[in-house]
Every structure is written in C-alpha cells, then in structure tokens.
C-alpha cells in the first residue's frame, strides 16, 4: 500500500541521512543559519533561495549541506567554524560562550529576570495605633500651653529609650472642624517627607490614636531663644547674627520646599552654644570655616502649612501665631514666605533691643475675635500699618548695617521684604562683614565690643540697654487661640 511505502523510503532516507553525518568530515557539521538568511546546497548540488521544498528531496543532502547564502555582490560567505553535533541551540544560532572555560563547564547562557529593587524611598504617613503608650512614655509638660487642647511633652521611646519632645493635639477640641483637621493632616504629612536639614529639627514619627494626633520630634540641645533671654542679658551682636543667619537658612530651607512655618517666635527657636557660657570663642576660626559654636534649630512644625506660590493663595479662616510675630497681611488671612521673614525680623530686634518693635497695647483682642475679618483684627492689622517702629536704639547707631537689614524684615508690604534667601546676603550677615574679633562669652570682658580694625568703640553694656528680668507671664506674646 502506499502509506507503506512512504513509511519504509522515508525510513530509509533517515538511515542515510544518520550515515552520512557520521562520515561527513567535521567542516561540513550542519549549521543552521540564522533567520532571514537563505541556505544552499553544498558543490554539488544546485543553490535555491526558495523556502518551499518539495517533499521527497534528498533530506540528508540538505541537512549536511546547508550554509549561509552567498553576499548580494556575489563573493561566497566565509565559512563558519566547526560545531559539534551535541552544539546547543544558542549555538546553532549564532551565540557563543563567553569563554572556552564556560563551554567546558557546560555552563549555558542564562537572562537575569529579577526585578532590581527600588531606590525610591517609602513615603511615610501618619501611622494609627491603638494607644500611644505601646510605643511612648510621656513625661514632663515641656512648657504651657495656650492653644486649646494641645501640650507638649518629654517623652521617651520604648523599643530603644530615645528621648524625644512630643506635641500632643486632642482630636475634640484642637480643630476647628474636619477640613481644618484634614488641612493639619495633609501638611504634617508632607513634612513627615521632606530631607532632613541642620537648622530644622526631626519629625521622626506621627501616632494617631482615638483620643487624638502625636507629633514625635527631636528632643534639641540647649534652651529656646525666650529662655536663653530672660533674666541673663542681651546675647553678643556676633551671637545675634549667627542665630539670624541659621534661623534664615533654615527658613530658606522650608520656604524652597513651598512651606510656611506660620509661628515663628523665641520659643520655636532652639539655642545651644557648644563650649559654656564663660568659655571664650575664636570667631576668627569660625570665619575661616570652622564649625560654629552657636547652634540654632528650628522647631514646632504645628502650623507649618503647604503652599505652592503658582497656585492661588488661600484665605485663612483665622489668625493663627502670636502677637508682635504676626505680620499685618496674615490679620486679613494672607499668610506667606513673608509673613516667616516678618517674624524672624521681629526676633532679630528683640535680640538687639530686648524689645518687641510694637506695642503691646495694639494687641488687646479678646478670646473669639481670631477670625479673619472680626472688627478687632481689622483694628489690629490697621494699627500695625501705621505704627512706627523705634530705630533710636544705640545699638543701631553701631550697627547700621543691623537696622537696614531689620527694616526691610519688618517693612509693612510683604512685597518689600527681602526673601530668607535674599536676606541671607545682606552686608550684616555675610561672612565678609563679620567682626573679625568679638567679644568672649561671659568674663569681664563680655561687654566689649571691638570693631573691625580692633579698636574698642564702646563698652556693650553703654550701648546696649540689659534685657529686663521677665515674669512668668509673657507681656505682648498671647497666643491667637
């Protein structure tokens, strides 16, 4: 029949066919050639660039004989070296080993399909817990507080007894209502997120539980800026231009990031000097680039608020910081970069001074009147327009430099204000106006002031009035609740 005969010739042909690879010599090993390249016959039978072979052709002939198609000028192609027939398929299609050792060990090609693992770091959210008190144990109260529901503790980590500053804000009554709760959540985790910076001090975690919000932040070194003041005298100008300076850089920081701090004041800058008070400072290594001995951070981030400048401002619904830091556009809900160089400007001549540029008069609104648009902040904001700011103080008729800076901070259009960044390279400030030899911290001769071709100009304590002893309540700085 036929279907036999097929059978028997196509077995015979494969005899053939297995006969003939093993008496072939080792130049003629089949190769495959790769796709798209035709193949032809070897010298004795005819070349063809057709892919459609008929059934019944010399298979054997085929399969020994098969190499690359001549090149479309004509030249033969060169021939291609030996193969076994035990070749791999990566072989036969043209790859190699990458060495002959890798081809004895048998070693085959392999493709890497793991996923590299991302460098993109997690974002970090408000985490919610059951209770606080499985992570934290709070401690002493930090100082009071004025802000309805809200305190700040010393506290300490279980899991390694880190001591940390927690803010502690109830869910009842620390907010307005759900938008305004929703606005706090945005921004505190936004600044969960940003790099950590010198100036600014860590936000490590926020817990949030049924009873309410817990900032965790750095517990920093050295005292704030108010109590660093109060019954000790007025810091050294040199001391006073270092603060400035870090409280700008840090502040530069924030506003690049498209943040407002909202709350600047003493209390919110922490103050540490590295050797203690009656050790002296070579401020003439410091200009050389030595590290400073004064360390200023930047604290309590509560009020801090997400604001990009291409987007339309938004109005606040209330006035939020404390009398005498708040600038006279944040009384009609206008908060900005501005208004945070308006509040450290107000820092700058209280450390000079030991006064507040304003009077603490102006500020005499009552519990509820905080709102944007209340007869009492209009009167408030309109006060603060026409209010003219003393510049008399002797120490401005020394430091010139210090009043120009200062009075542009503390000018009444926050379009007039330098920016933190701007600031920062005002003749005051920058490293090539700085006293080359400042008086030591504490002795004797911590009243002397020397200027820049070292001549005493005056003994400080002539010039500069002492900081008078404050109580414990804190005349011209109620907090805006």
């Given at each position: 029949?036929?279907?036999?005969?097929?059978?028997?010739?196509?077995?015979?042909?494969?005899?053939?066919?297995?006969?003939?690879?093993?008496?072939?010599?080792?130049?003629?090993?089949?190769?495959?050639?790769?796709?798209?390249?035709?193949?032809?016959?070897?010298?004795?039978?005819?070349?063809?660039?057709?892919?459609?072979?008929?059934?019944?052709?010399?298979?054997?002939?085929?399969?020994?004989?098969?190499?690359?198609?001549?090149?479309?000028?004509?030249?033969?192609?060169?021939?291609?070296?030996?193969?076994?027939?035990?070749?791999?398929?990566?072989?036969?299609?043209?790859?190699?080993?990458?060495?002959?050792?890798?081809?004895?060990?048998?070693?085959?090609?392999?493709?890497?399909?793991?996923?590299?693992?991302?460098?993109?770091?997690?974002?970090?959210?408000?985490?919610?817990?059951?209770?606080?008190?499985?992570?934290?144990?709070?401690?002493?109260?930090?100082?009071?507080?004025?802000?309805?529901?809200?305190?700040?503790?010393?506290?300490?980590?279980?899991?390694?007894?880190?001591?940390?500053?927690?803010?502690?804000?109830?869910?009842?009554?620390?907010?307005?209502?759900?938008?305004?709760?929703?606005?706090?959540?945005?921004?505190?985790?936004?600044?969960?997120?940003?790099?950590?910076?010198?100036?600014?001090?860590?936000?490590?975690?926020?817990?949030?539980?049924?009873?309410?919000?817990?900032v965790v932040m750095e517990k920093v070194q050295g005292q704030d800026l108010f109590e660093t003041m109060t019954g000790k005298g007025l810091l050294p100008v040199a001391e006073v231009k270092e603060v400035l300076r870090q409280l700008l850089q840090a502040l530069a920081d924030l506003h690049g990031r498209n943040l407002i701090h909202k709350d600047l004041k003493l209390e919110n800058v922490m103050f540490d000097r590295t050797p203690p008070p009656n050790a002296k400072v070579n401020w003439d290594q410091f200009d050389s680039g030595q590290h400073s001995p004064v360390q200023v951070k930047l604290i309590d981030f509560d009020t801090v608020e997400h604001a990009r400048p291409d987007t339309p401002k938004k109005k606040a619904k209330d006035v939020l910081g404390t009398d005498q830091y708040i600038a006279q556009e944040a009384y009609a809900g206008q908060y900005s970069a501005a208004s945070d160089v308006f509040a450290a400007g107000v820092i700058g001549y209280r450390l000079l001074t030991s006064k507040f540029p304003f009077k603490s008069e102006i500020f005499d609104d009552d519990a509820g009147d905080n709102w944007v648009g209340s007869p009492k902040m209009k009167e408030i904001r309109d006060k603060l327009r026409k209010y003219q700011i003393n510049w008399d103080h002797r120490v401005f008729t020394v430091e010139p430099h210090a009043k120009n800076l200062l009075s542009s901070m503390l000018a009444v259009s926050g379009s007039q204000r330098p920016t933190a960044k701007a600031a920062l390279e005002h003749p005051w400030l920058d490293a090539a106006g700085r006293r080359k030899s400042v008086p030591a911290i504490g002795g004797e001769n911590s009243a002397r002031a020397i200027s820049d071709n070292g001549h005493i100009v005056k003994a400080v304590s002539e010039v500069l009035p002492h900081c008078v002893n404050n109580q414990s309540s804190r005349p011209g700085e109620e907090i805006l609740s």
């Open positions: 029949m036929v279907p036999e005969q097929t059978h028997q010739d196509t077995g015979e042909q494969q005899d053939t066919a297995n006969a003939l690879v093993k008496q072939e010599p080792a130049q003629n090993s089949p190769v495959i050639p790769p796709a798209g390249i035709a193949p032809k016959t070897n010298d004795s039978a005819p070349s063809s660039s057709s892919s459609s072979a008929q059934p019944g052709k010399d298979i054997a002939s085929a399969a020994v004989s098969i190499t690359p198609s001549a090149s479309s000028s004509g030249a033969p192609a060169p021939p291609k070296e030996p193969l076994s027939p035990k070749s791999s398929i990566a072989e036969r299609r043209g790859f190699k080993p990458e060495s002959l050792a890798m081809q004895r060990q048998g070693q085959g090609l392999t493709i890497d399909t793991t996923k590299e693992k991302s460098t993109k770091r997690e974002r970090k959210k408000i985490k919610v817990v059951e209770s606080v008190s499985d992570y934290y144990r709070l401690g002493e109260e930090v100082m009071p507080s004025s802000h309805s529901g809200m305190s700040v503790l010393f506290s300490r980590r279980l899991k390694d007894n880190l001591d940390v500053v927690i803010k502690v804000r109830a869910k009842v009554n620390s907010f307005c209502d759900r938008a305004e709760e929703k606005e706090w959540r945005d921004s505190t985790e936004f600044m969960l997120n940003i790099p950590e910076t010198e100036g600014i001090a860590k936000l490590y975690e926020v817990l949030e539980d049924r009873k309410g919000y817990y």
